[in-house]
């Protein structure tokens, strides 16, 4: 049988405010388009909407810079209140050079301006930050879909990361719920009895690239589902994808 | 309309060797199973099966490693003459720690063991070479097919690579034909006017890690078609994706 996997973009989720229930949503958007989730699908949601229904939205304006986020505004040339919102959202910051600030998010993840961002943020002014706990965030609409539409799905929340080495972005899984989020190769042998180099497969990060072909970045298009796609069942976690320190020769 | 990706595995293409006309078994595999590429879709083909068909193996019994070899394979547990093919398709060496060898390879990717890879090589001692010219495997792919099956598709040549920060690897594009592998965005606003924070999406990437959901390590499925995808047609190239040392930190 041909192997075959569907990346299916959920077109029609409107602007989500905060208190938003995203899961009926995500499924009212579903269900007009004739493509509600069904036993095995992975959802992936972007972390824009998310952030957006948990309110993790900030005016900058609200925001008194302190001395160290205006020195360090000053030589990025941001915004010094924007600044301040990523140091608050900072536990420790990786690299600051040439206009960018790489830091390492309360949850682990080394990004860019630890994962605050103005686009699509819905109004001038306004920053989203990430989920508080993207794997909490992922499993309560995993749970909200399977107890409304009575489907087992597992769900994956993507975000949008720069990397080293490489030009682009790519996106990547911050939450995770209902799969184990790296494909786990170690003592397997190839068809030659050569036991494999690759041992650990990024799938979850996978599943966020390939959902990205259809969700875009302007084509309000903030969820995907993927079909056909035999995962892991598991209780995987965004955090499995974030490499131990000491095991990083790049930090 | 519901926008839809299918990521279509390709089965059946037999253990290629040198010389083979790899365009041709993927062309007839795809036949078998009635999935002929179509106008605008994209193929993924694996790096192992193009390094194999252009030769680009070597049977580390006939490499004399250097004293430097010898040096590092001491101090990483590894085998001397691997190392000594590894050093030879270098042109820098990153990082050596731990055991781990990140180089630079002649064409500028940044990877473990310039991706040189004993796994699913097709036998003891032997080992898997990048292609050449990734780009130019591409192409030649691309071509072939168009002038065989009569229909204009884009072609990617992916590899696994890690990446520092996060476990697991993730595929990448190491060759490109006839798409533009990074999508810009510069310049352009969100639904709220305001400008994109993100103005290059590495989809060269995206696509290899679409197309990794069905060819996966062990499956003996070295290509998959990526079909509903609108990508930018264009000369673009696998280089596009490495990253300038001067605007790199993490070098």
């Known amino acids: 049988m041909t192997p075959e996997v569907r990346v299916i973009g959920i077109v029609g989720i409107p602007e989500v405010h905060p208190g938003d229930d995203l899961a009926a949503l995500i ?3 579903a269900r007009r388009q004739d493509t509600l989730p069904i036993d095995g699908d992975v959802l992936v949601v972007t972390q824009k ?32 209140r924007h600044v301040e919102v990523v140091l608050r959202e900072s536990r420790r910051i990786v690299r600051m050079d040439r206009g960018v600030i790489i830091t390492e998010t309360h949850h682990g993840f080394i990004c860019a ?4 961002d103005a686009s699509n943020a819905g109004g001038p002014g306004l920053l989203i930050l990430l989920p508080e706990d993207p794997d ?14 009575g489907v087992r799905v597992a769900v994956v929340i993507s975000d949008t990361f720069g990397r080293p080495w490489r030009e682009g972005t790519d996106e990547v899984a911050i939450g995770v719920a209902g799969l ?45 589902l993927i079909r056909g796609y035999h995962f892991e069942p598991g209780s995987g976690s965004g955090r499995d994808l974030v490499r131990d320190p000491d095991r990083d020769l790049f930090r």
């Open 27 to 29: 499924l009212d958007a």
């Open 49 to 80: 909407v998310v952030s957006k229904a948990e309110g993790r939205v900030v005016d900058v304006h609200t925001i008194e810079p302190s001395t160290f986020a205006r020195q360090v505004a000053a030589e990025t040339g941001k915004n010094a």
């Open 113 to 116: 301006n630890a994962g605050v």
């Open 136 to 149: 909490r965030s992922a499993e309560a609409l995993r749970v909200a879909i399977e107890e409304r539409a």
């Open 180 to 224: 184990v989020a790296l494909k786990d190769y170690a003592g397997q042998r190839d068809p030659y009895g050569y036991e494999l180099r690759v041992t650990q497969v990024a799938v979850a990060d996978e599943l966020t690239a390939a959902a990205e072909l259809v969700t875009g970045k302007l084509e309000r298009i903030p969820a995907a």
